[in-house]
Each structure stands twice: as structure tokens, then as C-alpha cells.
T-cell receptor, first 116, second 111 residues
Framework: EAGVAQSPRYKIIEKRQSVAFWCNPI?????LYWYQQILGQGPKLLIQ????????DSQLPKDRFSAERLKGVDSTLKIQPAKLEDSAVYLC??????????????FGPGTRLTVL | KQEVTQIPAALSVPEGENLVLNCSFT??????LQWFRQDPGKGLTSLLL?????REQTSGRLNASLDKSSGRSTLYIAASQPGDSATYLC??????????FGAGTRLFVKA
């Protein structure tokens, strides 16, 4: 079974530029998550999708971050314009959610973003 | 507001030692608790998932316990090996499908 795929693996940009990350979850997984992990900290949930719909985006900085999940499969996360504090690893995860309980989350390798 | 704390932040042990990693959470209304492993430059790998109705889960040399009433979980690693060196993260799932992570414990097992 293929895992969660993410691209690119690394990205370096200047502040105020825009950047986009792509995620392909495990086939059949209804739930997709985007996390931001700053060095030395645990991942922080940015947005969670259930199929096409957004379940939680309360910690997404909506003035600069946006995300979409087309046809309930692939997802893209965009930052525009980027700030220095956006430097982090962006992790995508997916799970096969049943009812009100969440099942095991499977993570991709992440995209390391450096904003100069 | 749910907060997850992991102690210690870092741990160095000799090979073969049994060890315990601790995770505490402030709100006992959780759906489940997961332990993850993260290797440098890589994503997270799920180790054990404990549903709120369960007390413990075991996988190989790993055993995780959950005490909701006290807001605590422990990850026990038996006979540690250098390959166990990584950062271990715990995460709780709360209402609305939200997952809250701790900052992790960095483990180094010396050969």
C-alpha cells in the first residue's frame, strides 16, 4: 500500500513570495490533515478535511494561508505572502475516520520550508 | 483548552535499558491517544493507538498505558536499542476530530 506522498520535499523562498505544497493521501482515506511543525515543537494542526469539506481550520492564518482538497483526494496548501516565521516543516497526514473516533493517522515525509 | 506535555524533553540511556516516556494532558475528555516516532528529517510513524475505553496497547517491545482520570499516558520501551533513537511524540484526539500534539521526547540510545 502506497503511503502519503508530498512534494516538494524542500523549498527555499524569499519573504513575501508565495509557495504551494501538494499532498496525495493514502487511497480511500476520507480525512486529510495539514500540520505545521516548527523546529523543536510538536506538529500544530492547520486544517482538516473530511472528504471535500473542511472540518477544522481554526488555527489556519487565513490572511495568508489557503488550502483546498479537490474531489476529496489530493490537497494543496498555499502561503501568500510568506513571512519569516512560516519557516517550518509542513506535514500532511491521512486517516480512515469512522464515526466520531479518529483512527491512526499516517504521515507523509513533509516539506521543509525556509523563508529568507 | 487542551494542553499536552511530555517529560523529559530529552533522554540518553545505554543500550539494553528499559525506559519510560511520559505524556500528560489537561482535559480527560479525549477520544484516543497516539504515540508516534519521528526520525530526523522524516515524517511521523504511528507506534500505538489507545482508544479512550482502553487501558493499554502493546506492540513488540513497546507498551503504552492510558489513565484518563489522571490525564496521563506512558510509553514503555523494553531492552532499548540504538535503532530506537528518535523523537517520540504523543497526541490526543478531542472533540471535533482535533488532534493536539506534545513537543516530544528526544531519545538517544548509546551502543
Amino acid at each position: 500500500e502506497a503511503g502519503v506522498a508530498q512534494s516538494p520535499r524542500y523549498k527555499i523562498i524569499e519573504k513575501r513570495q508565495s509557495v504551494a505544497f501538494w499532498c496525495n493521501p493514502i487511497s480511500g482515506h476520507a480525512t486529510l490533515y495539514w500540520y505545521q511543525q516548527i523546529l523543536g515543537q510538536g506538529p500544530k494542526l492547520l486544517i482538516q478535511f473530511q472528504n471535500n469539506g473542511v472540518v477544522d481550520d481554526s488555527q489556519l492564518p487565513k490572511d495568508r494561508f489557503s488550502a483546498e482538497r479537490l474531489k476529496g483526494v489530493d490537497s494543496t496548501l498555499k502561503i501568500q505572502p510568506a513571512k519569516l516565521e512560516d519557516s517550518a516543516v509542513y506535514l500532511c497526514a491521512s486517516s480512515s475516520t469512522q464515526g466520531v473516533r479518529t483512527d491512526t493517522q499516517y504521515f507523509g515525509p513533509g516539506t521543509r520550508l525556509t523563508v529568507l | 483548552k487542551q494542553e499536552v506535555t511530555q517529560i523529559p524533553a530529552a533522554l540518553s540511556v545505554p543500550e539494553g535499558e528499559n525506559l519510560v516516556l511520559n505524556c500528560s494532558f489537561t482535559d480527560s475528555a479525549i477520544y484516543n491517544l497516539q504515540w508516534f516516532r519521528q526520525d530526523p528529517g522524516k515524517g511521523l510513524t504511528s507506534l500505538l493507538l489507545i482508544q479512550s475505553s482502553q487501558r493499554e496497547q502493546t506492540s513488540g517491545r513497546l507498551n503504552a498505558s492510558l489513565d484518563k482520570s489522571s490525564g496521563r499516558s506512558t510509553l514503555y520501551i523494553a531492552a532499548s536499542q540504538p535503532g530506537d533513537s528518535a523523537t517520540y511524540l504523543c497526541a490526543v484526539s478531542i472533540g471535533g476530530f482535533k488532534t493536539i500534539f506534545g513537543a516530544g521526547t528526544r531519545l538517544f540510545v548509546k551502543a
